[in-house]
Structure formats: structure tokens, C-alpha cells
């Protein structure tokens, strides 16, 4: 509309002021038969077309100031612009003008401020589920309103906040931009915050101003003018997705913007923005895909601050299901069938994949809020992903679709064969040309030593199964699939190719190929074929004895073809899930445990099978809500196993349904319930409609006589040789209403059982053991007996047990068995076999002249625990029934914990953990037996070394293994007890290591020892005087095996020690020297310290000095000068006759060390070096160098070692050579120096070829040479070539050999335990 203007009278000099307020424009005013006197000023406030752009920004900013009143209110009006433009959002199926709200989507996601480590980053990449989310637990998190605080430095000017395809960072900056403008975020911090979005700037082709570039609406123009002007240090500009940017390297580093009014390109703009050359106040805020991370870091203006997007931890995947869901019921139990399928929660951790899960669930959720309707496969849901990815994450891809996910299938294929995560970049490169545009792979900056390094994987393991599987479809790939699938035939199953055989199968899918059609990739028919092939093979060959996790992987594939409703009988082409079922036939699952999609898999598979033979569900964690999924399906059993747990009054009704009627029902378990009465009953009557019962177990809420009644009658009708229990619930446990805690009724043979059974507390304190009992009769068992029996236990439950009135209630219990004229057998358990209990069974044996077996069980039976432990065997009842006449036609068995101890042994049930008692069983045979193991051959803590001091006296042998923290008076003890003789067969003291102190005492006390087997001692540091002392123990004492100390785990980086071991040990008529220095036990550290081995004629050596050189090279192991001191005083001692060295690097230093050793000490016949594993060390020269004599003959060998690793095609290499001559100082030089290449090259590449030529020219070239033997993989054509030209070329070679075996490190002849071998003891 036009502006109101007011003119001046007629006449009147003056201005004509006319400007447009905010939203308005100004028309030109018209001259029509006026005459305008004075000067006119045109104020525009407007964002004009791009070729008014320079004059209007500029007349703008040399305007007259906006008024404070102004400047608020146009704030507020941009605020309530951008909520207009963020509050909604569209999602990527959403129809024309269907939108969502953008706070019922956006969940916080996992934000981190620090680069991951390699090992961190591959368990993530690994793990599954729960694992996955708990890796992820460990990083620092961050929050968005934290990124521009500070942080113990300066307050970042840039911040990066860096994450991959769909992981939420373009939803973020919306978010940032709604909360802002709503008053939830940086109200404090920032006046204004201005949104770019990289991906709409590529299409700007016309040049702009700075003002221009940054404002969102012609509107704001003045507003954003200001706000710059006056105070730049309030704005934040978020720039979304700089990795989607096409402009090259050169046209952003080639900018020249200097002020906000000259056009320039936006590329140029935009530089200059990053870089601070222009609004240099204000604060940036830029996303990127790792891809571009790099580049961004070094354009972007400073200080920086880096974060990264990780996607949804485990709570925001649950927060995420919530808000989509609207409805935590539902949410939850969305979630729960995510959750039971570890692969497709790990992806939710994904915004994106998390958004299709919870679309592909909307259907469902609207119309069946229980979700009985099956699961969508993963397989699906990947392609879906991969979809998404492709239509909206892949602008730009210089390849074709087809082309791309052929490259990523190539590379996914080679890591699963390798087992390999992360790639470098140059093998990555080599496949995909176009690593910025591709959303599917991750970058990872990783430090290696001095050096940072590119690494990529793919978002997740599961992401490379399945493009492992996808490369498989691809032109049909039937040699590849038949290659994969008969590494399944034998023993040696290669596990971690599973999930990509599943995938095939979801790719083998009809619905998933219409999909992977409209991606145009080919139809994976022909490989479908193959796939059922090989599974009814599969089914066949192991029906009798499927393993647990390949019963599941059947099943989970089956379900990924996923073949739509069960099929008719009336179908021209039977279904392959239908024919893979029939071919199964008995369907076992004992102990599988089984999750909800599990069952959902299972009930699938299960009604596409037109009838179930034998299906077995014990222990599979079937509770109520699983049992209602599966109860169509189990229904139609003919013979059936079933366990369930988690049983409610309300779900009797869906366990009846289950089980149907005429059924051959071998089992029935419901535990951890609480059923009533009333379900008992009605579970009774169904069991009796059935063909046959055989084991029945209910959990119960009480225990009643009208129960005990019930089930008496059930098993003399329905129960043939099986028996019938209910018990009271672990959640309920004893109400004191109840008669006992559980009842066994049933038959066995001919004879009547009846089993009754009183919970104790197994609690480590606790001295209650309670009291189990079953008895068998020749008779059938009346309702009379039941009761008495009941009434008299029930007596028990009221007293306190070793109370007169529990022994009073127990003796007539007793009494009354011996009461009954046709008592068989009798079975008893409570805690400990005492002389009273000894007497009882005496008495009833005595009394009941029908009585063939008794049967003693020392236990605890605690509910509460849902566990059974062992008691004690007092000697005091075992003596007892050892000594007393017995009719000889009753047999008494026991079992139980019996204490080993010769003096004191263990009397009281809390002791029963000590590692003194252990477990027996005897029986008239073994009652004769005293002692089955030696009293102290195991392993004690403090606790029980100081009861065993006092009585090691009285023992022959002594074998002593302490796992405990021994303080100086603890030695002292221990030293007394020893005493002196030769009882002493082995010491060894684990934990905590002893002073320095303690450790002399000690071996000064083992000194006076004649002979011992074995010392092994951790200390807290090793001094000269304990060696020494050590030394003197060794030489004035036999020994058997060794002795030795070593540093205890919490000392083992002790700076003050001379080393982190040493052991002696004597081997025939030789003396064996092993010292270690261990720097780092981590699993992740490449520097594992040095091992020195020696062989000597003698112990009588300088120790000492041998010592003091090795604590030298603590610092250095390559100093040269420490080096050839070592082997100095190795050269010194008499009667040296072998070296091994274990070292972190190899290098020409030690390698002139060893030759020298070897050239002057006479008694030596070799010295050889290796690295602690084969891919240590890229600097050593080799993995093991070897130098010898033999008589007038000298050997040399010189081994770099393969690559163990599945899917390796590293062989390794080993050459030994046998010379008439010396070696020299110069042929060593040449050797070493030729072999070193070897160790980086590519074997099969024509550089390793062309190494290994030149290393064989050399060695024809030695005149001394007489014996040769090459160590590889293979024997090929090549090798056999160069070994026939080494025979015509070297006239003094007498035999050559060619190793065909994996080269692997050769081990040293001494053999002293290592310091990992005793610490993991």
C-alpha cells in the first residue's frame, strides 16, 4: 500500500519527506500540474531485485538509525516469522501440505567434543544392542547450549559440529533456530541468529553483498543491517551442511571480499565469512559430514571448537519412539520389539533409519495398538534406508546409482572376508571415486604416532553385511554365493559371515526385489534358488543336533523371504518356508533363550507349516506375553514341551488355549508365578484332556490342603512315571499360611512318591538350610497319609531350626516314617550331616525293615535365589554312619561339601565357601575314603592361610596357593609355619605383591627348605639384595621346577625395580635366566617391553651385573651404547650356551650386538631375536634374526612372520642359511638391509617380487654358502624357479628345502614362564 505523506501549504519552502514504514513500499509520487519546491529524500526499506542490490543496501545503511522502539519490535516480529517458519516440518514422505510438528520429532541427540580412538571406534562399529549403546556411554557428552561456553580457554568463535548422513545435524540447526526465536536458548548469548543453508547457496549465480548474502526476508534487511553494525557480537550464523557445497578448493581460498557492500560471488562471500574477513565479530556455527570436516578446519576463522553428532543414545531412541508414538503404552511396546532385534536397535541410533522403523510401525500402531501383525524384515527396512539415503542425502554423485553400491559391496565384501572395520583411504579411494558425496561411509581421523591418519568405515557392521549381501545380487554372483555358503559345510564354521547369508535371503524377498528394482539393481532370482538349496541341506544334515545360534538363523532367514500368510494346501507350488519346515520335523529349542521377534519369527514359520510334529520350549523364557503370540501355533502341536514363566490368574486362560487338547504334553513348566487355587484347578482339568502328561511344575501362591488333595488325585489318573510339583513362587515365598514350599506327588514304578520341601535362606550368614524330604511306598499314598505328613512338616516351618522345638517337630517326622509298614526309600537334604542327623537316618534304617536306600543331601534350597547349594559332610555324621552296624540290604548314598582340612576342619554352614570343602559323593564304596585330594592344593585367601598355619606341621606335602594382600607379619607367620625339612612342594602368592622386606624374609625361610618344586612370588618391587637372595635360594636348594618373582598387576610399571620378573630355573644338567621388563599390559599398546632368555652350564654367575645392564635399556631398547653393555656381561659368563631376546624393534644396533656375542664367546652355540607379535614394530628390520654355530659350521636365519588374521593372504617369509665361513660384519649389513623392504610390501605385488629376486641374486653370490632353507606358504612355480637358479648358481650348496607350512614365531629353547603367562594365573 502507499505511504500517507502530508505536503508542505502552497508556497511553502521546505522537504517532502516520504519513506515506507516495515512491509510497506513507496510509490513514485505523480507531478501533475503542481509545482514541488525543496528537496525530496527517498528512505527505502526494501530488499530490491538483483540489479538494485548495491544502491539500495547501501542507501540503507547510510539511513537514518532504526529507533530503539523500532529495532524491539521488528526483533519480535522476526522472532515470530522464524517460529512461523520452523515450528513444522516436512518429512520425506509427507504429502503436499502435511507437515509435523518439528518439537514431536526432534529428540537431543549424542553430542561429543573429542575424536574417537581406533579401538574405540571398531568395538563401536562391532558391537550390537545393548553392547553397542554402552560403548557409547563411555564418551563425554555435550549439549547444545554448552557450545559457546567456555571451556577452561577462550570462548570458541567457530564451532564444527561434524556427523554423517542422517544423523541429525540439519535438524539440529532447525531446532536451534525455533528455540531461539521461542525464547528457550541463547537469550543471553545472541540478539540475532541467521540461517544459511549450503545447499540452496549453489544455486545463487548472481552476485551479492555481505548484507544481502546473510539476510532471510527483504523484511529484515534493516533489522539484520543494524544489528551487524551496532553489535555483531550478539549474532550467530548457522551455515547447514558445508560437505553439500560445489564450489571447488580454489574459487573459496581465492576470495577478496573485504567489506559488506561490494558484490561478490557467494562462493567468495562465503569465505570470507568462514575465514572472519568480514562480520569477523560474529559468531559461526557450520555442520559438515566428516568427508569435508578436514577442509572446514583449516578455512574456518579461530578459536574452533569441534563436536560431533554420534545420533540417538539408547534413552533418546526411547525418547524418539515416545514422541513419535504420542503414546508411552504403545511407544514402549514399539520399543520392545525393536529392542529383541539387536541389529535393527543398533540402527536406530540413526535419526533417520530410527524415523522409518517408527513409519514402518504406523500402520500398525493406528490400527492395532497391541501389535499383533508380524515385523517388517530387516532386510527391508536396510533397503528402505538405503533409499532415503540415496533420494536425499546424495546430491551430486559423479557415478551412477548401480555403479556406487557395486563399489560399496566390493569393499563391504573384502572386510567381512578380513574381518576388517576400517579401511585407509587408498583402498577406499580405489573402489568409490567420489568419497564427499557418498552418505553410506564414515571418516575418522586417527592419530598414529607423529601422524594423523584417514580412515573410513561404514556406519555399522550390519551396513556392511548388507552391502556384502547386495554385491552378491549383482550379475547373478553365483560363484561368489556358492564359495560363501560351503564355508558353512564344515567344522569350522565361519560365524561372522551369518548375518550376510540372512540378507541374502531378505534380498531374495519379492516385495524387497520390486524394491530393488525401482533403485535399478538386478533381481536376485537365480541366487534365491542357490539359497534354498543349500538351507534344506543345511536343515537335513543337522536336524538331530542343531546348535542353538543356528536354529535361530534359520529361522530369521526363513522369515526374511517372508512369503506372506500361510499357505494353502491347494497352491500349484509349495512355499519354500512350508517345504523347510516339513523338512525339520523335531522343532528343539531347549534352552534357547528366546526374544519377542524371535517368537514372531518363530510363530511365522510355525504357521506355514501345515501341521508341528514335536516342538520343545523349555527354557526359553517364554513368558505371558510371548505365550499369547505363539498360542496359535502351539495349539496345533501334536506333541509338545512347554515352559513358561511370569504367569498371571488373567493368563491361565491363553496357557489352556495353548495347549488345546489330545496332546502328547511331555512337559509343563510355569515358574516364577503366582497362581491361585482356582487356576490350578483349571489347569488340571486341561491337563487331563490331553493324550499323555508327563512332567508337571506349578508356581503357586499357596500351598493348601485342598491343592495337595487335587494334585494327588491328578497323578494317580493322568501321571505315568512322571511326577507333578507345585511350589511356592520366588516372588511370594513362605506366608505362613501355607503348608510347606512345595509338593511332588506322582509314581515311580510301582512305588508311590510323595516329595515335601521347606525353603532355608542361602544368604552367607544365614545358619537357615531348611529341610527337603521324598519318600517312596510300595503302596498307593492316601489322602491320609498326604495329610499327616503335611500337617506334621507344617509343624517346622514355625520353629527356628537348631532350636529344641525344630529338633522335637523333626524327631517326630521322623517317627512317622518310620511308622509307615511299606516305606521303600527315603531321600533327605538340609544343611550339614551332624551326629543327630547320622543318628536319625541309623534309626529309621533300624525301625523299617522294608527300607532299601537312604539318601542324604547336604544343601540349601533358597527360593528366594532359584538356586540349590551344597552343605557340609560333618566327619561327626560320616564317622558315625562309617562305624555302626546296617542292615546290609540298605544302602546309604551322601553328598555334599566335605572339608579337607587334617586338623580342625570346618564345622559351621557358613563356612561351606571356603575352598577347603569340597564337593563328594559316597556311597557304601567311598564311605571307606578319608581324603580325596591333598588338604592345601588349592587356592587360599588370607583369611583361610591364617586358619591353615597352625596344622601345616602335621602335613607331608605342602602345596600353597594364596590369592590374597599378605602384610609383612602375615610372612612372618607364614615363615614360622614352614619351618625347615622338605614338605614344601609349591608356593605361589597371587594379588597384591609383598615388600621388599617380606620377600627376604621369605626367601631366606625357603633356604632352609631341602628341596621345593615351585616358588612364584608377586612383589611390589625387585631390588639387587632380593635377587641376590633368590639367587643363593637356587643355588643352596634342590629345585624341582623354578623359582621366580614378579611385579604384582597394581606395581607393575614400579620405576624403582630392576625389572618386571625373573625366574630361575634348572632343566637337566642346565641353568635357565629369565628376566622380563613389561611397560604396558594394555591390549592396545604397541610398546611391549623386553624379554631376556639364557641357557648356562652354571647358576654361579654375576646376577648383579647381568641386572644392572638390563635396567639400563628400561628407557631405550635401541641405545646402542646400553645394548652392547648388555651382551657384554652376557659375553662374560661362563658357560653361556644360548640368548633369545624378545624386543619391541629389531634394529642394526642390537643385530651387530648379537654377531659379536656370537663371533666371541666360545661356549655359545646361537643367539636369536624376535618381535612379540608379527605386526610389531614397521621400523625392525625383521621379525627374528638368528645367528649360531655348529662344530666348523654357522647359521644365520632371518623371518618376517605372516598375518594370521581370517582372510589373510600374507605368508611370511623365512630364509636359514648354513656357511663354512664366519658371518660377517658386512654380509650381515647387506642381508638385513635387503630384507627389511620386504616387511612393507605387498607379497604378490612386482615390487615384493622384485625384492625377493635381488635378496636371492645376493645370496647365489656368497661363496661360504652350503645349505639353504627358504620357509613360505606356497611352493609355486616362481619358488621353484628361484631355488634351481640358487643350485646352478652357488657350486658349494649342498641341499636346498622348501618349508610348505605357516610361518609362525619360532620359540626360544628356554623355557621359563613369561610374565602374562603368571598373571593370568
Request: charged fraction near 25%; aromatic fraction near 6%; glycine fraction near 4%.
Amino acid at each position: 500500500m502507499d505511504s500517507p505523506s502530508q505536503s508542505p501549504p502552497s508556497g511553502a519552502s521546505g522537504e517532502v519527506n516520504i519513506s515506507a514504514v516495515a512491509g510497506s513500499h513507496v510509490s513514485a509520487p505523480t507531478q501533475s500540474h503542481n509545482t514541488v519546491q525543496g528537496n525530496i529524500s527517498n528512505t527505502s526499506h526494501l530488499h530490491l531485485h538483483h540489479h538494485q542490490h548495491h544502491h539500495s543496501t547501501r542507501d540503507s545503511a547510510i539511513a537514518k538509525p532504526i529507533q530503539e522502539v523500532d529495532l524491539i519490535q521488528m526483533t519480535c516480529d522476526y522472532k515470530k516469522w522464524i517460529c512461523s517458519q520452523y515450528e513444522r516440518v516436512q518429512e520425506y514422505n509427507s504429502l503436499p501440505c502435511e507437515d509435523v510438528a518439528l518439537t514431536d520429532r526432534y529428540t537431543d541427540l549424542l553430542i561429543v567434543q573429542k575424536h574417537g580412538e581406533e579401538e574405540q571406534k571398531k568395538r563401536e562399529i562391532s558391537f550390537r544392542g545393548e553392547s553397542f549403546f554402552s560403548a557409547r556411554e563411555t564418551y563425554q557428552s555435550t549439549t547444545v547450549d554448552q557450545f559457546f561456553g567456555p571451556d577452561g580457554r577462550d570462548v570458541p568463535k567457530a564451532v564444527i559440529l561434524q556427523g554423517h548422513s542422517g544423523h541429525g545435524k540439519s535438524f539440529t540447526v532447525k531446532k536451534i533456530m525455533l528455540d531461539w526465536a521461542s525464547g528457550n536458548l541463547y537469550q543471553d548469548r545472541f540478539e540475532l541468529i541467521l540461517h544459511l543453508r549450503c545447499k540452496e547457496l549453489n544455486h545463487v549465480s548472481v552476485e551479492r553483498c555481505v548484507i544481502d548474502f546473510v539476510s532471510c526476508s527483504q523484511t529484515f534487511t534493516p533489522l539484520i543491517s543494524q544489528k551487524l553494525k551496532d553489535s555483531p557480537q550478539k549474532v550467530l550464523v548457522l551455515i547447514d551442511g558445508f560437505d553439500e557445497l560445489q564450489f571447488t578448493m580454489s574459487e573459496i581460498n581465492n576470495s577478496s571480499v573485504t567489506d559488506h557492500f561490494t558484490p561478490a560471488p557467494v562462493e567468495a562471500i562465503l569465505s570470507a565469512l568462514l575465514k572472519g574477513s568480514v562480520l569477523s565479530n560474529c559468531f559461526l556455527l557450520v555442520t559438515t559430514r566428516p568427508t569435508a570436516a578436514d577442509t572446514l578446519s583449516k578455512l574456518l576463522k579461530r578459536p574452533q571448537r569441534y563436536t560431533e553428532t554420534l545420533g540417538f543414545s539408547e534413552k533418546g531412541v526411547e525418547k524418539y519412539f515416545e514422541k513419535f508414538c504420542q503414546d508411552e503404552q504403545v511407544a514402549e511396546k514399539a520399543l520392545s520389539r525393536v529392542k529383541a532385534n539387536e541389529t535393527l536397535f543398533t540402527s536406530c541410533s540413526i535419526p533417520v533409519l530410527c524415523w522409518i522403523v517408527c513409519t514402518v510401525f504406523r500402520k500398525q500402531l493406528k490400527e492395532n495398538s497391541e501389535m499383533n501383525n508380524g515385523l517388517e524384515t530387516t532386510t527391508s527396512i536396510f533397503v528402505d534406508f538405503v533409499s532415503t539415503l540415496l533420494e536425499h542425502h546424495c546430491q551430486g554423485l559423479s557415478q551412477p546409482v548401480p555403479t556406487l553400491l557395486r563399489s560399496l559391496g566390493q569393499l563391504a565384501e573384502r572386510g567381512m572376508l578380513e574381518q576388517r572395520v576400517l579401511f585407509e583411504k587408498e583402498s577406499v579411494e580405489s573402489k568409490i571415486s567420489d568419497l564427499g558425496s557418498v552418505p553410506f561411509l564414515c571418516k575418522f581421523l586417527l592419530k598414529k604416532k607423529v601422524r594423523k591418519k584417514e580412515m573410513f568405515s561404514f556406519m555399522h557392521l550390519s551396513f556392511q553385511e548388507f552391502f556384502t549381501a547386495l554385491y552378491y545380487t549383482f550379475d547373478q554372483n553365483e560363484e561368489k554365493v556358492e564359495e560363501l555358503l560351503k564355508s558353512f559345510q564344515g567344522d569350522e564354521m565361519k560365524s561372522h559371515l551369518l548375518p550376510v547369508i540372512q540378507f541374502l535371503f531378505g534380498l531374495s524377498n519379492r516385495e524387497v526385489m520390486q524394491d530393488l528394482e525401482h533403485l535399478k539393481l538386478p533381481s536376485p532370482s537365480s541366487i534365491r534358488r542357490q539359497l534354498e538349496e543349500w538351507m534344506l541341506g543345511l536343515i537335513k544334515r543337522n536336524s538331530d543336533s542343531m546348535k542353538a545360534g543356528m536354529t535361530l538363523f534359520i529361522l530369521h532367514c526363513l522369515y526374511e523371504l517372508h512369503e506372506g500368510k500361510p499357505c494353502e494346501d491347494n497352491h500349484e507350488e509349495t512355499p519354500f518356508v512350508r517345504r523347510a519346515m516339513e523338512a525339520w520335523g523335531v522343532m528343539n529349542f531347549y534352552s534357547i533363550p528366546l526374544t519377542r521377534t524371535d517368537c514372531w519369527v518363530l510363530l511365522y514359520c510355525l504357521q506355514c507349516c501345515p501341521t508341528i510334529k514335536i516342538l520343545n520350549l523349555e527354557k526359553c523364557n517364554i513368558t505371558a506375553d510371548k505365550l499369547r503370540m505363539l498360542q496359535p501355533a502351539l495349539s496345533r502341536c501334536e506333541e509338545l514341551g512347554l515352559a513358561v514363566q511370569d504367569l498371571s490368574d488373567e493368563d491361565v486362560d491363553v496357557l489352556i488355549s495353548a495347549l488345546g487338547k489330545d496332546k502328547l504334553l511331555y512337559q509343563l513348566y510355569v515358574d516364577h508365578s503366582s497362581l491361585s487355587e482356582e487356576s490350578v484347578q483349571q489347569l488340571l482339568s486341561a491337563l487331563s484332556r490331553q493324550k499323555s502328561v508327563g512332567a508337571v511344575m506349578l508356581s503357586v501362591r499357596t500351598i493348601s490342603f485342598s491343592t495337595a488333595e487335587r494334585l494327588l488325585q491328578f497323578s494317580r489318573t493322568q501321571m505315568k512315571g512322571h511326577m507333578v510339583v507345585v511350589s511356592l513362587s520366588m516372588e511370594t515365598g513362605p506366608d505362613g499360611q501355607s503348608l510347606c514350599s512345595g509338593v511332588l506327588l506322582g509314581r515311580d514304578q510301582d512305588n508311590s512318591v510323595l516329595g515335601i520341601a521347606h525353603y532355608g535362606d542361602s544368604s552367607p550368614e544365614s545358619e537357615t538350610s531348611g529341610l527337603q524330604l521324598e519318600f517312596h511306598l510300595s503302596s498307593e499314598l492316601s489322602s491320609t497319609k498326604l495329610r499327616d505328613t503335611l500337617h506334621m512338616f507344617h509343624q517346622l516351618t514355625h520353629s527356628a531350626e537348631n532350636s529344641p522345638e525344630y529338633d522335637e517337630c523333626v524327631d517326630a517326622l521322623m517317627a512317622h516314617l518310620s511308622s509307615l509298614p511299606d516305606l521303600m526309600k527315603v531321600a533327605l537334604s538340609t544343611g550339614c550331616l551332624t551326629e543327630i542327623w547320622a543318628n536319625r537316618i541309623l534309626t529309621l534304617i533300624h525301625t523299617c525293615p522294608q527300607l532299601r536306600e537312604v539318601q542324604f543331601g547336604a544343601s540349601i534350597c533358597d527360593s528366594s535365589r532359584g538356586e540349590e547349594e551344597r552343605g557340609l559332610l560333618l566327619e561327626e555324621g560320616i564317622c558315625l554312619l562309617q562305624e555302626a552296624q546296617r542292615r546290609p540290604d540298605c544302602t546309604i548314598s551322601l553328598i555334599g561339601k566335605r572339608c579337607c582340612l587334617p586338623v580342625d576342619p570346618c564345622t559351621r554352614l557358613q563356612d561351606r565357601k571356603l575352598r577347603c570343602n569340597i564337593l563328594v559323593e559316597m556311597d557304601e564304596k567311598k564311605c571307606a575314603l578319608k581324603e580325596s585330594v591333598k588338604p592345601t592344593d588349592y587356592r587360599l585367601s588370607a583369611e583361610e592361610l591364617r586358619k591353615l598355619l597352625p596344622k601345616l606341621s602335621c602335613c607331608k606335602q605342602i602345596k600353597l596357593k594364596v590369592v590374597a594382600d599378605l602384610s609383612d607379619a602375615d610372612v612372618g607367620d607364614l615363615v614360622s609355619a614352614l619351618g625347615e625339612g622338605d614338605t614344601l612342594h609349591t608356593l605361589q602368592l597371587f594379588s597384591s605383591g609383598l615388600s621388599d622386606e617380606g620377600l627376604q624374609q621369605l626367601l631366606r625361610a625357603l633356604s632352609r627348605q631341602a628341596t621345593i618344586g615351585k616358588v612364584e612370588l608377586a612383589v611390589q618391587t625387585i631390588t639387587l639384595p632380593a635377587a641376590c637372595a633368590l639367587q643363593r635360594l637356587f643355588q643352596h636348594t634342590q629345585i624341582g621346577e623354578h623359582v621366580g618373582v614378579y611385579l604384582s598387576r597394581e606395581d607393575i610399571r614400579a620405576e624403582d625395580s630392576l625389572c618386571s620378573s625373573i625366574f630361575l630355573t634348572r632343566e637337566k644338567s642346565n641353568f635357565m635366566l629369565a628376566v622380563n621388563r613389561c611397560r604396558d599390559l594394555s591390549p592396545e599398546s604397541e610398546n611391549s617391553g623386553l624379554l631376556l632368555r639364557a641357557e648356562l652350564e652354571t647358576a654361579d654367575i654375576a646376577l648383579e651385573e647381568v641386572l644392572r645392564r638390563f635396567h639400563l635399556l628400561k628407557e631405550n631398547t635401541g641405545h646402542d651404547e646400553h645394548v652392547a653393555g648388555l651382551f657384554s656381561v652376557l659375553a662374560s659368563l661362563p658357560g653361556l650356551k644360548f640368548v633369545e631376546i624378545i624386543v619391541d624393534c629389531l634394529t642394526i644396533g642390537w643385530a651387530n650386538s648379537m654377531l659379536s656375542l656370537c663371533n666371541t664367546c666360545c661356549s655359545l652355540d646361537g643367539v636369536c631375536m624376535n618381535l612379540p607379535k608379527p605386526t610389531d614394530s614397521a621400523e625392525s628390520l625383521c621379525s627374528a634374526y638368528g645367528l649360531g654355530r655348529d662344530g666348523t659350521l654357522f647359521r644365520l636365519s632371518v623371518a618376517h612372520y605372516r598375518d594370521s588374521s581370517p582372510g589373510s593372504e600374507t605368508s611370511g617369509l623365512e630364509i636359514r642359511l648354513i656357511l663354512s665361513s664366519e658371518v660377517s660384519d658386512t654380509m650381515q649389513r647387506e642381508i638385513l638391509h635387503m630384507f627389511h623392504p620386504l616387511r612393507h610390501l605387498a607379497e604378490n605385488s612386482p615390487e615384493y617380487d622384485e625384492c625377493v629376486d635381488a635378496l636371492m641374486a645376493h645370496l647365489s653370490s656368497l661363496p661360504d654358502l652350503m645349505r639353504l632353507c627358504v620357509g613360505t606358504n606356497f611352493l609355486t612355480e616362481i619358488w621353484a624357479k628361484r631355488l634351481l637358479f640358487l643350485i646352478n648358481t652357488c657350486p658349494r650348496l649342498q641341499a636346498v628345502w622348501n618349508l610348505h607350512k605357516d610361518l609362525q614365531p619360532v620359540p626360544g629353547t628356554v623355557h621359563c614362564p613369561t610374565l602374562p603367562e603368571i598373571l593370568n594365573r
